[in-house]
């Protein structure tokens, strides 16, 4: 045999991958890499293997990771995480991660050492599901600018909010999501919008080249909505969604999560149950929308491993340096009004006498209801969210007025 055979004929090294976490995701991936080895070896050339796992109670970090190609961290939270992340990057390994707490708060530091050492940092799965959102914002759509990212990103509360919508009201509609395990025994990080405030931080230095920490993100949750109001959202031709936004907004970035009305045909506004959706909006695509499965071990672990794939693959580039959008808190937004108030002569002038004097202009008024119980129901024209909670605490102070005034706001926008 030639020494140019023998070369030809010389086994490829399997593609060693490091797997830190075992849990839901870690077990998941590891039988889906498993599964898939034989059909990766088949168009790549080279074979992937688990070379090591690290999880409380078993293996040791540093020997996997001088074993590995490249490390996979599903582990989640902050630390160890970012420590073995980071010491894996300057130790110039390719690494690929699910965890969208630890990139929503130390995302430069990461980008920065993956950029200074010239490795790859993947995180498909850390951002709505198994929608191939990254890869599509970093691949396909690097080079259009674009206006705005939509995002349901938060399967938890979209599953509620459908469960709303079909007549529950929030407490059972949330005892159902944790039977059903798509909410956990404290679900405070989902309905408060904090899950889906971390994932909008990552979208938007992935859409717009700026860092984005989770603490920029103005965010509300669900736990204030009630069942009337996916009520009117129904009558008005309305859906109810909890939003995610990152948008220029006059030189600037916007970057917010909040429930928000949507009409009936805006693309999220029939993305139900567990399901995440992605809207990104540029004059020159006009608009794009991805969707599919929000969580799941096996979903989220199918993103991981197209991650270490696209990486063996050599498709993945080390991230690009930060620009700079100014980050603005206080943007216009229609919005809907809901106040429960006494039934007498004047009350609908003061109310929009105070609106008026604050700039708020009404597009729509409904009145419910007779005597204690009466109900109006306002859309207004775009307003600043200052102003508007001005105007909002001003009639909340009226005597007349019998509980909470409610303000949600409206995505009303035609696509550019
Ligand atoms: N679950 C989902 O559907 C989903 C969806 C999208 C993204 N994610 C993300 O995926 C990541 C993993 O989530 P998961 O649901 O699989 O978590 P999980 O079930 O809690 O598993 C965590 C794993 O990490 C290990 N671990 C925890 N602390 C460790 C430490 N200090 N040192 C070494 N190992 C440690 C655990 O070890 P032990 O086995 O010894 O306990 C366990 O094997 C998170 O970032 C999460 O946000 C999850």
Redesign the pocket.
């Known amino acids: 045999m030639s020494s140019e055979d023998a070369r030809e004929k010389a086994p490829v090294e399997p593609f060693r991958v490091g797997l ?7 077990a998941a991936f590891a039988g889906l890499l498993e599964e898939r080895a034989d059909e990766i070896e088949r168009f790549n050339g080279r074979r992937p293997e688990i070379c090591g796992v ?5 293996g040791d970090f540093e020997e996997i990771l001088a074993e590995a190609d490249l490390l996979v961290e ?4 902050i630390e ?1 995480a970012r420590e073995y992340l980071l010491t894996a990057m300057r130790s110039g390994k390719d690494v690929v991660s ?4 630890l990139l929503s708060q130390h995302g430069e530091e990461l980008f920065e050492t993956a950029r200074q050492h010239g490795v790859r940092l993947r995180f498909e ?2 951002v709505a ?1 198994v929608v191939p959102v990254v890869r599509v914002l970093e691949e396909s759509l690097s080079a259009t600018p674009i206006e705005r990212v939509h995002g349901i990103v938060n399967g938890t509360t979209n599953f509620i909010l459908t469960e709303m919508d079909r007549g529950s009201s929030y407490a059972e509609a949330l005892a159902e999501a944790q039977r059903r395990g798509f909410a956990e025994a404290d679900p405070s990080d989902d309905v408060s919008g904090r899950d889906a405030a971390a994932k909008m931080a990552i979208l938007a230095r992935l859409a717009f080249g700026t860092p984005v920490h989770l603490n920029d993100v103005r965010y509300e949750g669900i736990e204030h909505l009630h069942a009337t109001d996916l009520e009117y959202a129904r009558e008005l031709g309305l859906g109810l969604k909890l939003i995610g936004t990152a948008e220029r907004r006059g030189g600037g970035l916007s970057v917010r999560v909040h429930p928000a009305f949507l009409y009936s045909g805006h693309p999220l506004a029939s993305v139900s149950g567990t399901f995440n959706a992605v809207t990104v909006e540029s004059e020159v695509i006009t608009e794009i929308t991805m969707s599919g499965p929000g ?3 096996r979903q ?1 672990a199918a993103a991981v491993l197209g991650d270490v794939v696209s990486v063996m693959t050599g498709g993945a580039q080390p991230p690009a340096a930060p620009l700079a959008l100014p980050l603005i808190e206080d943007v216009e937004s229609a919005f809907y009004l809901h106040f429960d108030v006494a039934d007498r002569p004047g009350v609908l002038a003061a109310i929009t006498q105070v609106l008026g004097e604050a700039g708020v202009s009404i597009k729509s008024v409904v009145q419910r209801g007779m005597g204690e119980n009466a109900r109006l129901v306002m859309v207004t024209h775009p307003v600043l969210q200052s102003s508007l909670r001005t105007a909002i605490d001003r009639v909340a102070a009226f005597e007349f007025v019998r509980s909470a005034p409610r303000a949600i706001r409206v995505i009303e926008e035609e696509f550019i």
């Open positions: 830190l976490g075992l849990g839901t995701v870690g690290l999880t409380r109670t078993r599903l582990i989640g939270g160890p699910a965890n969208k707490q799965a850390a599901g969580a799941g071990g989220t």
